[in-house]
């Protein structure tokens, strides 16, 4: 496990689940996927971390000849919560491909009574108590909500509703998880 630490706060985190900065031209830019090349700096992947970089002067000053920021204050939440919707539905991608996600109550209840043993249940922003209420009793899990409706999960589908998924255990489930996660951190509001 490699770790960095923030340059705001100071605290530590593992590198993968970090923002990487990166100096290219004179300016500071947010590093989404972690391959650009340079010296880098890291922030939490927290609104008080990120937003609290525009205002640590070691940020800047940690590298030469970069004075300003890649993506202006007031433009860096829309910025993550973008890009964390790419992720997102690019691990949703995969994850339905590999087979490790199951979407609906009636399949998901299915698998569950045949053993089946799942790591995450997320539901729709929207989805009814009745149904997380009884998914989480058959699975055993605790849910998580999103913020994305029902009608919003169904187009990363075949474009009808989408309640609930499930995710068998894998890294790409992990990460699909971490990339939901932000976005739901960085969203207020159901979309
Ligand atoms: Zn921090």
């Known amino acids: 496990m490699t770790e960095r630490s923030c340059v705001f706060c100071g605290g530590r985190g593992e590198k993968e689940e970090l923002l990487?900065?990166?100096?290219?031209?004179?300016?500071?830019?947010?590093?989404w996927t972690q391959k650009l090349e340079?010296?880098?700096?890291?922030?939490?992947f927290d609104m008080k971390c990120v937003c609290g970089i525009y205002?640590?002067?070691k940020a800047l000053s940690a590298f030469e000849k970069c004075d300003s920021f890649g993506v202006p204050q007031e433009k860096i939440l829309d910025f993550v919560r973008?890009?964390?919707?790419?992720s997102s539905d690019y691990y949703f991608a995969i994850c339905r491909r590999s087979g490790v996600l199951l979407k609906g109550q009636n399949l998901i209840a299915d698998e569950a009574d045949k053993g089946t043993s799942f790591d995450s249940l997320v539901f729709a922003s929207d989805a009814s108590a009745k149904t997380v209420r009884e998914l989480e009793k058959k699975t055993g899990l605790q849910g998580v909500?999103?913020?994305?409706?029902?009608k919003r999960l169904g187009e990363e589908f075949d474009g009808r509703d989408v309640s609930v998924f499930a995710l068998k255990p894998s890294k790409q489930s992990g990460k699909l998880m971490f990339y939901m996660n932000l976005l739901n951190n960085f969203?207020?509001?159901d979309i």
Not at 38 to 43: C, E, L, N, S
């Open 20 to 31: 990487r900065w990166v100096v290219a031209g004179n300016a500071l830019f947010p590093d």
């Open 38 to 44: 340079g010296r880098a700096i890291y922030t939490h």
């Open 55 to 57: 205002g640590a002067k």
């Open 82 to 86: 973008t890009q964390a919707e790419k």
């Open 145 to 150: 909500k999103t913020v994305f409706s029902k």
């Open 187 to 189: 969203t207020s509001g």
